[in-house]
Every structure is written in C-alpha cells, then in structure tokens.
Nanobody, 117 residues
Framework: QVQLVESGGGLVQAGGSLRLSCAYSGTIFNINGMGWHRQAPGKQRELVAGITRAGTTKYADSVKGRFTISRDNAQNMVYLQMNNLRPEDTAVYYC???????????WGQGTQVTVSS
C-alpha cells in the first residue's frame, strides 16, 4: 500500500501563488508516476500535472506556463508550484500515484485551493 498526504492548500487572491506538497510512503519501490489531480464542484476530476520517476512531466493545457510539478525521490515528496492563480483553479487538489504499467491508483485525501477574484 501507498500513503499520500497533501498539504499547502488555502485561500489566495487571483494572481497569487501557492505551493502544494505531497509526502508519500509505504510500498513505494515500484511507484513510477506521481501527479496532481483536481476536482471542482459539479465537475469531473482532471489531471493537472504528472511526473514520472525519470522526471518526464506533462500538464493540462489550462495550467501550462503557470504550474510546475517537481519531485524529490530522496525525500519522497512531490510538489506543485502554482503561480498566477485564477478563480477557475478553485478545486480540491489530490496527490496521486501509480505503479509501472498501471494507471493512477493511489490517492491522497485532498487539499482545498480557493482563488478569490
């Protein structure tokens, strides 16, 4: 099993920044990809950013140029730096992970990000 614990959410004004952190633990030797998903009220959960063990990243078009995902394999941490936040970024953000050959299968409890206009 893999445990994921997010931190760093909160309330911020439009144009501001937040940094989300995710600590992962447990059976992690075969974890490949880590990511951040979000879910806004009435909407489906969507992938915001992902990063593989090798460091390959991908982003949703809506956050490209504003968000940066990074990971520290030695510290078992994943980060999401969010700049120039917009009200439409308001959502619950979930840290997620998957093993080699799998889809996202492990989830944190989520952290609320609220961006006021």
């Amino acid at each position: 099993q893999v445990q994921l614990v997010e931190s760093g959410g909160g309330l911020v004004q439009a144009g501001g920044s937040l940094r989300l952190s995710c600590a992962y633990s447990g059976t992690i030797f075969n974890i490949n990809g880590m990511g951040w998903h979000r879910q806004a009220p009435g909407k489906q959960r969507e992938l915001v950013a992902g990063i593989t063990r090798a460091g390959t990243t991908k982003y949703a078009d809506s956050v490209k140029g504003r968000f940066t995902i990074s990971r520290d394999n030695a510290q078992n941490m994943v980060y999401l730096q969010m700049n120039n936040l917009r009200p439409e970024d308001t959502a619950v953000y979930y840290c997620s992970a998957y093993r080699f050959g799998r889809q996202y299968e492990y989830w944190g409890q989520g952290t609320q990000v609220t961006v006021s206009s």
